[in-house]
C-alpha cells in the first residue's frame, strides 16, 4: 500500500491536477478539510490519471483522463462514475465512487473520487501465497468469472441505466463496427493494412451464427485478469476496475472475453498478466462456464460463439496501436507485441469455428 506519511510533492503538475481547486470542490462537498498527504500516482492499464492521497484523516483515489484528453475522454470518466455509483450497494465488487465532478469548467476535466481498493493487480504482482498455490490461481480463476455472472446478472433498469446503452441491436453492430475500426487504421502512414490471417473468415461467420436471442444486461467491457484487483490473503476478487468500455449489451461477451484473454504459459498474450500468465493454473474454459452457470440462467450453449467475438474484438482493438506504432504515435515494441498476441487471438479464433 501508498505512504500516506509523505507531503504533497511539489512537482505534481497543476494541469493534471490543482489541489487548490479540487480542494475548494471537496469543501463544497462537504469532505473533511485539511492538507493533502501522501500524493502518488497509481499505475493502470488505460493513459487516465489516478492518484491516491490522504486529506482530513480519509484515503482517496482521484481519477480523470489523461493529460492530453482525447475526443470523449470527459464522457467516458462521467459514465464511469454514473455506473459505479449505481453499483454500490450491489454484491457486483467495484470501486466505491465518494463524490463525483461532472463539470469540467471546476478543474478544466471530469474527475471523481473513490476509495481506494485493498488488493493487487495480476499483471503488476503475484503474492507468495497466490504465486505458491496452483489451487489458489485456480480459484481466482473462478472468482473472476463469479463477478462478471453477478455483474450480468443485475437489473440495469432498476439501477436507472436504462438509457447507459442501446442495447437493441448490439450484436448486429459488432461486426461492421469493428471492420470498419480496423480500415480506419490506414489513416496511420505507413501502415501496412492489416496483415492478420482469417479476419473476413472470422466476420462472415460470426454474422451467419450469431445468437437470435439473447438478454441485455451490464457489460464490463474490457473484463480481463489485469482489470482486477485481488485480495491479498485468498482468491476473491476485490474489485473489478477500469469501466471505461462498459455499456448496456450482451454479458455473455464478458464471459467470452474472459476466455478469449485466459492467459496460456509460453504466448505472447500470458505476458499481459505478468507472473500469473507465466505460472498458469488457471480453471480451463469448461471449468469458466460451468461456474458461470451457478450464478446465471443464461443458454451458456452458445459461449463458443462470443469467445470468437472476444477474439475478433479485442484483436482488431489491439492492432490500432500496432498501427498508430508505423506513424510513430506508439513505441515499435509495443506494437509489435499488441500484433502478436492480435494473431494468437484470430487464431484461437479459427480453432472454435471448426
Known amino acids: 500500500m501508498c505512504d500516506m506519511s509523505v507531503a504533497q510533492p511539489v512537482e505534481v503538475d497543476r494541469e493534471v491536477v490543482d489541489f487548490a ?3 475548494q470542490w471537496m469543501d463544497e462537498q462537504g469532505l473533511p478539510a ?6 502518488t500516482p497509481l499505475g493502470g492499464g488505460t493513459q487516465n490519471i489516478m492518484l491516491r ?7 482517496y483515489v482521484l481519477r480523470r483522463g489523461p493529460k492530453h484528453l482525447r475526443a470523449k475522454s470527459n464522457d467516458v470518466i462521467r459514465r464511469e462514475a454514473r455506473l459505479l455509483g449505481a453499483l454500490d450497494g450491489t454484491d457486483v465488487r467495484s470501486p466505491r465512487v465518494i463524490a463525483a465532478c461532472t463539470d469540467e469548467s471546476v478543474m478544466g476535466v471530469v474527475f471523481y473520487l473513490m476509495e481506494p481498493i485493498t488488493g493487487f493487480n495480476p499483471q503488476n504482482e503475484l503474492p507468495e501465497l497466490h504465486a505458491g498455490d496452483p489451487e489458489i490461481r485456480r480459484r481466482m480463476g473462478l472468482s473472476a468469472v463469479e463477478a462478471i455472472a ?11 441505466l436504462s438509457d447507459y446503452g442501446k442495447p437493441e441491436g448490439f450484436l448486429e453492430r459488432q461486426v461492421p463496427r469493428w ?20 479476419v473476413r473468415q472470422v466476420g462472415e461467420w460470426l454474422d451467419r451464427n450469431r445468437p437470435a436471442q439473447w438478454t441485455p444486461g451490464i457489460l464490463h467491457g474490457d473484463c480481463h485478469l489485469a482489470n482486477m484487483m485481488f485480495s491479498f490473503d485468498g482468491p476473491e476478487v476485490a474489485a473489478m476496475v477500469d469501466w471505461e468500455m462498459s455499456t448496456i449489451g ?9 476466455i478469449a484473454t485466459r492467459p496460456e504459459p509460453g504466448t505472447a498474450g500470458a505476458a499481459l498478466v505478468g507472473k500469473l500468465g507465466s505460472v498458469g493454473g488457471l480453471p480451463t474454459p469448461e471449468e469458466m462456464v460451468a461456474h458461470y452457470g451457478t450464478f446465471s440462467d443464461r443458454d451458456l450453449s452458445v459461449v463458443p460463439w462470443y469467445t470468437v467475438l472476444a477474439c475478433f474484438k479485442l484483436g482488431i482493438v489491439l492492432e490500432g496501436t500496432y ?3 508505423f506513424a510513430g504515435k506508439a513505441p515499435k515494441e509495443v506494437g509489435d507485441f499488441l500484433h502478436a498476441i ?13
Not at 485539511?34 to 500524493?39: L, Q
Not at 471492420?179 to 482469417?198: D, Q, R, T, V
Open 21 to 23: 481547486v479540487v480542494g
Open 34 to 39: 485539511g492538507e493533502f498527504e501522501g500524493v
Open 53 to 59: 492521497f490522504a486529506r482530513g484523516g480519509r484515503d
Open 150 to 160: 453477478r455483474l450480468g446478472a443485475l437489473d440495469y433498469r432498476a439501477l436507472g
Open 179 to 198: 471492420l470498419g475500426e480496423l480500415e480506419s487504421y490506414s489513416a496511420n502512414e505507413g501502415y501496412p493494412g492489416p496483415e492478420i490471417p482469417g
Open 250 to 258: 450482451d454479458p455473455l461477451l464478458d464471459l467470452g472475453w474472459q
Open 323 to 325: 498501427a498508430r506504432a
Open 342 to 354: 492480435t494473431l494468437e487471438l484470430f487464431e484461437r479464433a479459427r480453432r472454435l469455428m471448426e
